[in-house]
């Protein structure tokens, strides 16, 4: 979902409270060391680095998700919300502009896929024309976002479970093994859960 409104700003968050602590564990553990951490000399503190902002804060980790849901997906926005929330992480989103379910490590080939960006409140986003495994592909290229490489890599939070020989077909867990093939950490979340209107 896009830009949250009033309202939905008020819901209570769906995700378990065991998920969202231990999303920023990981987090917290891969955050770049400051410089006084690193033993680094005072000249090498005072001069600006890449791990440092413009308020000579520690950069926060980049998360990256994606989700087989598409952009317009419920678990994709509750997942944006609580990691925005929490505040210990900057959001990236690259997914499908719409639903791709089990079309496992497919990629496009014979199309040109488009970026278009989009609004999430709080992160930065793209929804994308071809397939999960195309939305990874595309943001680890370096070509939508500033960034050399993601802390993490998250796939979901995708409806329904992907278990068992579901697994070869699921295209949430192939976006995910994508980034893991590039050398980023990932993991993939689905929940057996419905949205009901």
Known sequence: MAASSGDESRR???LPSGLVSNLQSVLAARRPPS????GSTAAEAEAPTAETAADDAPAKPVVLLTCAGGIQSPGLAALVDALVKGGRCDVHVCAPESDKPVCGHSITIRQTVSATSVHFTGAKAFEISGTPVDCISL???G???SWSAPA?????INTGPNCGYEMFHSS???AAREALMC???????SLNWWVCD
Request: hydrophobic residues 55%; without cysteine.
């Open 12 to 14: 209570p968050n769906p």
């Open 35 to 38: 410089p006084e951490d690193a």
């Open 139 to 141: 943001a680890l290229s």
């Open 143 to 145: 070509r939508l976002f």
């Open 152 to 156: 993490l890599v998250i796939s979901g």
């Open 172 to 174: 949430a867990i192939a």
């Open 183 to 189: 050398g980023v950490p990932s993991i993939a979340i």
